[in-house]
């Protein structure tokens, strides 16, 4: 019978629920700045893997996009434990998502930079104190659709009270 070491655990997939307003360049898809509640889901830690954060939100994009073309990052910072400590960012990056059109939008699931240490807390990035912009802002996609390109940039946040996403 094989035990496991106190370090050696998984945590489930966890979701939030978050609240972003977003703008984009072109002002084809959020023709100012547009109110958004979605989800923030994690996945389940690894030791050796980066983590992963995929969010849904409940908009469609008026120009279909074809899927894994955009560039997308969403931001968390750590509230506790191991690694940098508090107040370090996370960017979640990458170019996974399915096709963008008259459907939901689903963001990642994007990874980690590097695997997060086992016992670290975080949680969505709050940058609710501006308009967002290219220097304000908790997810940031890059549409690539030629012609219709645009940076679209959503600051927020997760609500008061909501857990933190724990590694």
């Given at each position: ?11 489930p ?19 100012g ?37 955009a ?61 967002p912009?290219?220097?304000n ?31």
């Amino acid at each position: 019978m094989a035990a496991l070491s106190t370090s050696a655990y998984a945590i489930p997939p966890e979701a939030r629920s978050i609240t972003i307003a977003c703008q984009d360049s072109s002002g084809a898809l959020f023709p100012g700045v547009t109110s958004i509640t979605g989800a923030l889901t994690s996945s389940q830690s690894s030791p050796t893997l980066p983590q992963k954060m995929k969010a849904n939100l409940p908009v469609s994009n008026p120009v279909p996009v074809p899927p894994n073309s955009a560039a997308i990052v969403i931001r968390v910072v750590q509230t506790s434990g191991g690694g940098s400590g508090v107040g370090t960012v996370f960017d979640f990056a990458g170019t996974t998502h399915p096709f963008w059109g008259p459907v939901p939008m689903v963001l990642g699931p994007l990874a980690a930079p590097s695997v997060i240490p086992a016992g670290t807390t975080a949680r969505f990035k709050d940058t609710t104190g501006a308009p967002p912009s290219a220097t304000n802002w908790s997810i940031k996609i890059r549409n690539p659709v030629p012609g219709t390109g645009n940076d679209i940039y959503c600051n927020g946040k997760q609500p008061n009270g909501s857990a933190d996403f724990s590694f």
